[in-house]
């Protein structure tokens, strides 16, 4: 057969995916508001050099386009 082609990725679009899909995406305004109390809440706490914050201000930063 033609070879000519490669596969790059595969989608599943299993309901049981779109489902949990659907969900995380309600669920994510949520999610970085609370992190973002959680990021203050250690900040008020003097652990402003956890790893853990660094992280979650990172994900914040990624979530945010850049501002966390």
């Known amino acids: 057969g ?3 082609y490669w ?12 489902a949990a ?3 995380l995406i309600a669920a994510a305004p949520d999610l970085l508001e609370a992190l973002k109390e959680l990021c203050d809440a250690m900040h008020s ?3 402003h050099f956890d790893p853990s914050l660094k992280t979650a201000e990172a994900v914040i930063a990624k979530a945010t386009g850049g501002t966390p």
């Open 2 to 4: 033609d070879r000519s």
């Open 7 to 18: 596969t790059v990725a595969s989608v599943n679009t299993t309901r049981d995916e779109k």
């Open 21 to 23: 899909n659907l969900r």
């Open 45 to 47: 706490h003097g652990f």
